[in-house]
């Protein structure tokens, strides 16, 4: 079968001809109906993160059972299916609460889940190693709901965190309107009476984000510009939480400077930006955080806003073979919301 392979670090994605896997006790054959493209995939491919090749790309999947494994209950061949991404032990606390995500045991597991060390789902088919890893669409297309796994699912869970701590008359900076960020936009509007505002460096994302619920629009190609018109919207209460969907050192500079007392800081994006935290680099009472992803209960919670009509992924398919295309476009910002790939 056809898959696309991460075959070393600087080394663009490859596709090749693998073997169809067989499961074995336990573990469950899926026939991929749709594979997310998502940023991270190229920090694997461009970053050491320590991730040993070769293996399958694709970390946000979805698809029809091909074949069950001996012992394996709960679902029938046919049954559509969303794969949860990050993949933990499966028996210490955190996973016992469906938070797999932050797996107490992660160091010794020698993968952070199907597409991240271990085989993805570019390709026809995927391995997945336990039922508990895999959740019921119940008539959402496995194409559109892919993106769930991960672009709705991380910061679903990031602001969910948030809510606890912000009032009906915050305002939420959403930076970086790409596949998460134009799923953040949506979370909430549909979660909080909050006033949003988006924030991108391209004028075709903002326009998309206005679509999708975004109450003001700035564009961030000159930080301290849109530093400025933020504030100005914002007033001296600054805003209640910033979510930074891409983590760049731009952006991280750009959430600094829009934080306001008792405020909420939260950086889900990749980018590898850093802040010099100290007394007086941010205002007082503000709670930083890098969360990881979402729990299985949580994605459970996604699938069943974007089943209702809540949410939904702004979604462009490609076929499998585009793959290493698909990759540059996305790495020069081409892609509207996601990208996903289609065997």
């Known amino acids: 079968m056809k898959a696309v392979r991460f075959v070393g670090v600087g080394k663009p994605a490859q596709i090749a001809d693998v073997k169809k896997p067989k499961p074995g006790p336990g573990e469950i054959l899926v026939k991929i109906g749709g594979a997310g493209v998502c940023h991270s995939d190229l920090h694997v491919m461009e970053d050491d993160l320590g991730f040993e090749p070769p ?16 012992g394996v209950s709960g679902f029938k061949e046919g049954d559509a299916v969303a794969v949860y991404g990050p993949w933990g032990c499966g028996y210490c606390h955190a996973c016992q609460l469906s938070m797999e995500n932050y797996c107490e ?10 597409g991240l060390g271990s085989d993805g789902g570019m390709a026809e088919y995927m391995l997945v190693p336990a039922a508990r890893l895999l959740l019921p669409l119940d008539g959402l297309s496995p194409t559109a709901a892919a993106p769930l796994s991960d672009a709705a699912l991380t910061p679903y869970h990031a602001i969910k965190r948030a809510l606890p701590l912000l009032n009906a008359d915050d305002t939420v900076v959403v930076i970086g309107v790409g596949g998460l960020g134009h799923m953040a936009v ?26 999708l619920g975004a109450d003001d629009v700035v564009n961030t190609a000159d930080v301290e510009e849109a530093a400025e018109q933020i504030r100005a919207i914002t007033g001296p209460r600054g805003a209640g939480l910033v979510l ?48 990881y992803w979402g729990s299985r209960g949580e994605l459970m919670e996604v699938i069943a806003m974007a089943r209702d009509g809540r949410i939904h992924p702004e979604v462009t398919e490609f076929p499998l073979d585009q793959a290493v295309e698909v990759y540059d476009k996305l790495k020069a910002g081409q892609i509207q919301g996601r990208a996903v790939l289609i065997p």
């Open 244 to 291: 930074d969907c891409v983590g760049v050192q731009p952006t991280v500079d750009l959430g600094a400077k829009l934080l306001g007392r008792n405020s909420v800081w939260t950086i889900v994006g990749l980018g590898g930006g850093r802040h010099d935290f100290h007394h007086g680099s941010t205002p007082y009472g503000t709670t930083m955080s890098i969360p």
């Open 55 to 70: 293996f399958t790309l694709g970390h946000e999947n979805a698809g029809w059972i091909a074949e069950l494994g001996q």
């Open 186 to 211: 949506q979370l909430l509007r549909a979660l909080a009476p909050v006033r949003i505002i988006a924030a991108d460096v391209d004028a075709t994302k903002l326009a998309h984000a206005k679509q």
């Open 105 to 114: 045991n992660w160091a010794k597991l020698g993968t952070f889940g199907g």
